[in-house]
Nanobody, 119 residues
Framework: VQLQASGGGLVQPGGSLRLSCVASGSIVSINSIGWYRQAPGKQRELVAVITSGGSTNYADSVKGRFTISRDNAKNTVYLQMNSLKPEDTAVYYC??????????????WGQGTLVTVSS
């Protein structure tokens, strides 16, 4: 399974960005897919995740500002980030939990995309 993330960049505080992540490879089904982030000197943390049924979970720090969505037909997940703050600066990693064949499930990571919030 390969995860290709895109959409990162430099944005001013209060601005918006939209991240995308496409999952490809030998995928039977994706249970959950989402985003983690890692800021310099900090541990990687969950940002948002969405299940195959559409249930979502967000970090408290992004609730009300970020929205996760997915297109199951395209194996794609999106993260709409609004009202960005300098503390949102981090490398954002796409993550999914997927079945690659019947009864075999694994967790996979993308390469990361850098989001920098600065004036």
């Amino acid at each position: 399974v390969q995860l290709q993330a895109s959409g990162g960049g430099l944005v001013q505080p209060g601005g918006s960005l939209r991240l995308s992540c496409v999952a490809s490879g030998s995928i039977v089904s994706i249970n959950s897919i989402g985003w983690y982030r890692q800021a310099p000197g900090k541990q990687r943390e969950l940002v948002a995740v969405i299940t195959s049924g559409g249930s979502t979970n967000y970090a408290d720090s992004v609730k009300g500002r970020f929205t996760i969505s997915r297109d199951n037909a395209k194996n794609t997940v999106y993260l709409q980030m609004n009202s960005l703050k300098p503390e949102d600066t981090a490398v954002y990693y796409c993550n999914c939990n997927a079945y690659v064949r019947v009864g075999v499930r694994g967790t996979y990571w993308g390469q990361g995309t850098l989001v920098t919030v600065s004036s």
